[in-house]
């Protein structure tokens, strides 16, 4: 069975490509990028949605057990990105 769900598209103005990964493994997966079509900017942003479990759900008593994590990727034509078990990534990338 598969576990691992990608798709990209492009914003409106074709400045940015946005990559969305789910992970639904139990294990980290290191996935590479491969983006061909168009140049990408040597820096992007990778928002993660994550939790402890696939079940994992925010409550009153526990308001941060599924959070959006942002960081900073380092991208361009090929690169690799680590996705967390369990997980929801938008990477953005810019146009170069």
């Known amino acids: 069975m598969p576990v691992l769900d990608a798709i990209a598209t492009r914003s409106a103005d074709k400045e940015r490509l946005f990559v ?3 992970n639904t493994s ?3 997966l290191t996935v590479t990028v491969t983006v061909t079509g168009t140049p990408v900017g040597a ?6 949605i994550m939790g402890d479990s696939f079940e994992a759900a925010n409550s009153f ?3 941060q057990a599924v959070t959006v994590r942002t960081r900073p990727l380092q991208s361009g ?3 690799t990105v680590d996705l967390p078990p369990h997980s929801v990534s938008v990477l953005t990338l810019s146009r170069n």
């Open 20 to 22: 969305r990964a789910v």
């Open 26 to 28: 139990v294990r980290a």
């Open 43 to 48: 820096s992007g942003t990778m928002q993660t």
């Open 61 to 63: 008593r526990t308001p």
């Open 77 to 79: 034509g090929t690169f």
